[in-house]
């Protein structure tokens, strides 16, 4: 319970409240593993809360943003739309349309986690894609808010031998891809924000409730963000990430879940 109220402290500390707060409201996922939750039960977690698009039984964290609204009284339609190991430039050549069926009210999207798998760390392709699939999602829904979500540090791409951040702060990754997406927001007016998820990862690190390294092991009393791979989350990484996005869709303070928060139940 204290690790899981600080996880959510975190979220409100990192997540500025402006967001919708109405009822009937349609959100879209937009992304990858990532979103789906590879590398946890979270993957297949209330499966039947939200729409998967592609038909592959998908929850993630999309499901628990659906557990968190419902929890505190609100409404919202949300739908996943996701392929393993891909950038938004796989959903621009294969899924427009499927994700064009229908006008969305809020959309949150996420490229590939080094920012371009063959040359790591470039925020071109993101900056490109990113601007193109918004400005699509408006020709559906001139009113649509189009929010980008910047990830995490990975940890085998900071400890391990030719990693693209090896031998630097394990927050250098998470504050590259922030930039990134930054670049990204600036350089299209169809873009609402930039919803800081790995910033939250690196609060999480800094404060003591998460371990940094997991090749040297969990601290006794700390968690792991990341899941086997060190590469993908863990369930309290997706947790974070589920909280983070909540606190900018719906305006709300993560807080107001409360101590008796239920998605585990």
Not at 244 to 258: A, E, K, N, Y
Request: glycine share 10%.
């Amino acid at each position: 319970m204290r690790i899981t109220l600080a996880l959510v402290l975190l979220a409100t500390l990192s997540t500025p409240t402006a967001g919708w707060a109405q009822s009937d409201t349609t959100v879209l996922f937009i992304g990858n593993s990532f979103t789906y939750g590879h590398g946890s039960p979270v993957r297949f977690y209330r499966s039947d809360t939200v729409t998967d698009l592609n038909h592959t039984g998908i929850g993630g964290v999309p499901a628990l943003f659906k557990s968190f609204t419902t929890q505190v009284g609100s409404d919202y339609d949300v739908y996943v739309e996701t392929q393993p190991g891909s950038g938004l430039d796989f959903h621009l050549q294969n899924r427009l349309g499927t994700i064009g069926r229908r006008a969305w009210d809020v959309v949150v999207m996420h490229g590939q986690s080094t920012l371009d798998f063959e040359d790591p760390g470039n925020p071109a392709k993101l900056v490109d894609t990113s601007g193109r699939l918004a400005e699509f999602l408006h020709t559906v829904n001139p009113a649509v808010d189009v929010h980008l979500m910047a990830t995490w540090s990975r940890a085998d791409q900071t400890y391990r031998p030719g990693g693209a951040w090896a031998d630097q702060p394990i927050d250098a990754m998470a504050n590259d891809v922030r930039a990134g997406y930054d670049q990204a927001a600036q350089a299209s007016a169809a873009i609402t924000s930039v919803i800081p998820v790995g910033e939250a990862w690196s609060r999480a690190m800094e404060s003591g409730v998460a371990d940094p390294n997991p090749y040297n092991g969990t601290e006794f009393g700390m968690v792991s963000l990341w899941t086997y791979d060190y590469y993908h989350a863990s369930t309290y990484g997706y947790y974070l990430e589920a909280l983070v996005v909540f606190g900018r869709l719906t305006g709300r303070d993560p807080r107001s879940l409360g101590n008796h928060e239920c998605s585990a139940f």
